[in-house]
């Protein structure tokens, strides 16, 4: 856990470093296996499909569809529950649906994760990346449309 008081991942592991390098410039970046062409999330050093080793970092529209959402209940850690309620949102990429990944639906991209109402949220809705400073790493977060 960071000084923020959030679960916040290590920007500074090898696998997943370039991922967050990405973000901090405002790109969206998965990695595409150079053998067969798979990208695959969360980045690791094989190809599941071909085993190749070689691979570069394809960078996304940020468009997206919520696939799922929960709203956590209590108990929360402190820095959640002061947040609560607020969603967390599943998301299917626009460029390749079973790439999912979990974040939060906002209003901007330092908006609070409380701030959308969690009776609107609809699966299937559009949504696309912003980029959330928090502690060492910039997070992907949604916004509609
Ligand atoms: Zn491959």
Request: with cysteine; net charge negative.
């Amino acid at each position: 856990m960071s000084e923020t008081g959030f679960l916040l991942p290590d920007p500074e592991d090898p696998d997943n470093a370039p991922f967050w390098a990405a973000t901090a410039r405002g790109e969206l970046r998965v990695q595409r296996c150079i053998g067969c062409g798979r990208r695959r999330m969360p980045p690791r050093p094989m190809c599941p499909g071909c085993r190749s080793l070689e691979h570069d970092w394809e960078k996304l529209s940020g468009r997206a569809t919520i696939w799922s959402f929960v709203v956590p209940h209590p108990p929360l850690l402190p820095a959640y529950a002061e947040l609560a309620p607020y969603n967390v949102i599943i998301v299917a990429l626009d460029e390749d649906p079973t790439i999912r990944l979990v974040g939060n639906l906002v209003a901007s991209a330092d908006g609070s994760i409380g701030e959308i109402d969690s009776e609107t949220i609809q699966i299937g809705e559009a949504v696309r990346v912003v980029f959330s400073p928090l502690g060492d790493v910039h997070l992907p977060r949604w916004v509609r449309g």
